[in-house]
């Protein structure tokens, strides 16, 4: 299959569907906004609910917070997003037209050396403007936060945050003691940031403003290699491109975490169990461990606050992209914060008073994550066959809907007796949505063209015998059983305590 034709089909399907769309499309909207729709909203609070289930409420010690998106500037000035938050710019003398410098580099299959080089690069390989023979300028740094006046006074300058995790360092003291904390805790949140890119693109993989979910772990630093799950976690077993490794241009290995922490491949325990966790969560959104690496950075791609970074890639055939970020920020952020605001950032360690403690990042972006997920679920239908449509095989809990309700017909009152059971799931706390129009073929098509687990058929035999059909998206086989046992046999299938070959076997499959 083309791989441009995949991107441009799940694009399609996006617009089409509802799932997400441009902002202010009706008025030639800026590049690097969108907004999700009432299909991608199930999306996004599917893959939420996902992440706060393995990031947070698997453990005993992290809570969540959610914090304000514009702060002042001393909050970025402390965390050295001012002087360092930056990426370098380049414009044509004759189009006008502005560039990453990186990534026109990365494009021509170059090197991406440090930024110092950049202008020499530049030169070096005669690059001009893409668009038109013009000769593009020297490197200038460009900030990318989105800043702002606060109130009518000039001079009161504001910062859109251009990642959640500042919220969590500045308010360290109060949740602390406000949830009486002792090291190892946790502070997640789940929110808005935005960076003024200069190049937005690949749809949903580079916005201006995106939502990032991240965890900031507080440890001592005399303990980040005695994490207290970590047997729970050594053998998960994960794909690692070294450092090394890139230098040789090989790919990743396949090791355990016990054996990259052993071989002294990752720096710690913190960060081997950020790895197993990120990997669990993946399987959880529908995206096996065979689809995705963690890069270590090289020295000269890791974060101004970061000691150690492995992002996690998904390689794609038409590129590769990070959608999840593990750091090593030491005790960066809190010092920093201390010394600037004066304020004491630190936690009473019995045995040893008050330290500053060592934080460890696992930081996702939700916009990147839903887009790889519809990449990785969606599914050719076969011309001339039973199914000529295409769909997206999204797992039980990612999908938008657990289950459609059809009635056969909107006669003899199957439309009463259907939208009777529909409100019976929603009341039971099941995800359904009901569909009524058009044959019943095209509905089918409809709700596996958005990812619907079941679609569920009221029909004659509904009214009569209190049967219902229900229709596996996947394989399309059917079964009939009891209206009575519909709601507990659905959840159970969503729960995976029952698998849809368990139910063909006990019920027999329907024609
Ligand atoms: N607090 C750490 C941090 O912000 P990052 O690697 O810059 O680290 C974390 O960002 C995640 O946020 C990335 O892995 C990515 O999924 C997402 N992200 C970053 N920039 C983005 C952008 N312009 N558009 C969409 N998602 C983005």
Same mark, same amino acid.
């Given at each position: 299959?083309?791989?441009?034709?995949?991107?441009?089909?799940?694009?399609?399907?996006?617009?089409?569907?509802?799932?997400?769309?441009?902002?202010?499309?009706?008025?030639?909207?800026?590049?690097?906004?969108?907004?999700?729709?009432?299909?991608?909203?199930?999306?996004?609070?599917?893959?939420?609910?996902?992440?706060?289930?393995?990031?947070?409420?698997?453990?005993?010690?992290?809570?969540?917070?959610?914090?304000?998106?514009?702060?002042?500037?001393?909050?970025?000035?402390?965390?050295?997003?001012?002087?360092?938050?930056?990426?370098?710019?380049?414009?044509?003398?004759?189009?006008?037209?502005?560039?990453?410098?990186?990534?026109?580099?990365?494009?021509?299959?170059?090197?991406?050396?440090?930024?110092?080089?950049?202008?020499?690069?530049?030169?070096?390989?005669?690059?001009?403007?893409?668009?038109?023979?013009?000769?593009?300028?020297?490197?200038?740094?460009?900030?990318?936060?989105?800043?702002?006046?606060?109130?009518?006074?000039?001079?009161?300058?504001?910062?859109?945050?251009?990642?959640?995790?500042?919220?969590?360092?500045?308010?360290?003291?109060?949740?602390?003691?406000?949830?009486?904390?002792?090291?190892?805790?946790?502070?997640?949140?789940?929110?808005?940031?935005?960076?003024?890119?200069?190049?937005?693109?690949?749809?949903?993989?580079?916005?201006?403003?995106?939502?990032?979910?991240?965890?900031?772990?507080?440890?001592?630093?005399?303990?980040?290699?005695?994490?207290?799950?970590?047997?729970?976690? +050594?053998?998960?077993?994960?794909? !690692?491109?070294?450092? =090394?490794?890139?230098?040789? &241009?090989?790919? #990743?290995?396949? *090791?355990?975490?016990?054996?990259?922490?052993?071989?002294?491949?990752?720096?710690?325990?913190?960060?081997?169990?950020?790895?197993?966790?990120?990997?669990?969560?993946?399987?959880?959104?529908?995206?096996?461990?065979?689809?995705?690496?963690?890069?270590?950075?090289?020295?000269?791609?890791?974060?101004?606050?970061?000691?150690?970074?492995?992002?996690?890639?998904?390689?794609?055939?038409?590129?590769?992209?990070?959608?999840?970020?593990?750091?090593?920020?030491?005790?960066?952020?809190?010092?920093?914060?201390? +010394?600037?605001?004066?304020?004491? !950032?630190?936690?009473? =360690?019995?045995?040893?008073? &008050?330290?500053? #403690?060592?934080? *460890?990042?696992?930081?996702?972006?939700?916009?990147?994550?839903?887009?790889?997920?519809?990449?990785?679920?969606?599914?050719?239908?076969?011309?001339?066959?039973?199914?000529?449509?295409?769909?997206?095989?999204?797992?039980?809990?990612?999908?938008?809907?657990?289950?459609?309700?059809?009635?056969?017909?909107?006669?003899?009152?199957?439309?009463?007796?259907?939208?009777?059971?529909?409100?019976?799931?929603?009341?039971?706390?099941?995800?359904?949505?009901?569909?009524?129009?058009?044959?019943?073929?095209?509905?089918?098509?409809?709700?596996?063209?958005?990812?619907?687990?079941?679609?569920?058929?009221?029909?004659?035999?509904?009214?009569?015998?209190?049967?219902?059909?229900?229709?596996?998206?996947?394989?399309?086989?059917?079964?009939?059983?009891?209206?009575?046992?519909?709601?507990?046999?659905?959840?159970?299938?969503?729960?995976?305590?029952?698998?849809?070959?368990?139910?063909?076997?006990?019920?027999?499959?329907?024609?």
């Amino acid at each position: 299959m083309d791989q441009n034709s995949l991107q441009n089909d799940v694009i399609d399907v996006c617009l089409r569907r509802g799932i997400v769309f441009p902002t202010a499309e009706i008025y030639n909207s800026y590049a690097g906004f969108y907004e999700y729709g009432p299909v991608g909203v199930k999306l996004r609070e599917n893959l939420m609910v996902l992440w706060q289930q393995t990031f947070i409420n698997s453990e005993d010690n992290v809570h969540e917070i959610s914090g304000s998106t514009i702060m002042p500037e001393a909050v970025f000035d402390a965390s050295g997003h001012l002087d360092g938050f930056h990426d370098p710019l380049t414009q044509c003398n004759k189009c006008n037209s502005m560039f990453r410098i990186d990534h026109l580099i990365e494009e021509l299959g170059l090197e991406i050396l440090d930024e110092n080089s950049f202008n020499e690069q530049l030169k070096n390989n005669e690059i001009i403007c893409p668009n038109c023979p013009g000769v593009l300028s020297e490197p200038r740094n460009f900030n990318m936060m989105f800043k702002t006046n606060v109130g009518p006074l000039e001079g009161n300058t504001g910062y859109l945050r251009p990642e959640t995790a500042q919220n969590i360092f500045i308010n360290f003291r109060r949740i602390a003691h406000s949830m009486r904390a002792s090291l190892p805790f946790g502070v997640a949140q789940i929110g808005r940031a935005y960076r003024n890119e200069i190049s937005p693109r690949n749809f949903l993989m580079r916005l201006r403003e995106f939502e990032q979910l991240e965890l900031e772990m507080f440890v001592d630093p005399d303990e980040i290699n005695n994490h207290p799950n970590w047997v729970e976690v +050594e053998n998960i077993e994960i794909n !690692l491109l070294t450092r =090394q490794n890139q230098l040789k &241009n090989e790919k #990743p290995i396949k *090791i355990t975490i016990k054996e990259a922490f052993d071989t002294k491949l990752i720096p710690n325990q913190y960060i081997g169990y950020y790895l197993a966790l990120e990997t669990m969560f993946m399987e959880s959104i529908g995206i096996s461990n065979n689809l995705f690496h963690f890069r270590e950075l090289k020295e000269n791609e890791v974060a101004h606050y970061s000691s150690a970074n492995y992002d996690l890639e998904i390689v794609f055939p038409f590129g590769v992209f990070e959608v999840i970020g593990l750091a090593y920020r030491t005790d960066y952020d809190l010092k920093k914060h201390s +010394e600037k605001s004066g304020a004491k !950032l630190q936690i009473n =360690q019995p045995g040893k008073g &008050n330290i500053v #403690p060592h934080v *460890i990042e696992p930081s996702a972006g939700l916009s990147r994550l839903i887009y790889a997920v519809m990449l990785s679920s969606y599914v050719y239908g076969e011309p001339n066959s039973d199914r000529d449509w295409n769909w997206f095989n999204f797992t039980g809990a990612m999908a938008p809907w657990e289950a459609a309700i059809l009635p056969l017909m909107k006669k003899d009152g199957m439309s009463e007796g259907a939208k009777e059971l529909y409100w019976q799931l929603k009341d039971y706390g099941l995800e359904v949505i009901y569909d009524e129009s058009g044959k019943i073929g095209k509905r089918y098509a409809r709700n596996d063209e958005i990812g619907v687990k079941y679609c569920i058929t009221y029909d004659y035999d509904s009214l009569e015998k209190d049967l219902i059909t229900i229709r596996d998206r996947d394989t399309m086989h059917q079964v009939q059983i009891k209206i009575d046992l519909l709601p507990d046999l659905i959840r159970q299938l969503i729960l995976d305590i029952l698998t849809w070959s368990d139910l063909e076997n006990e019920f027999g499959r329907f024609k």
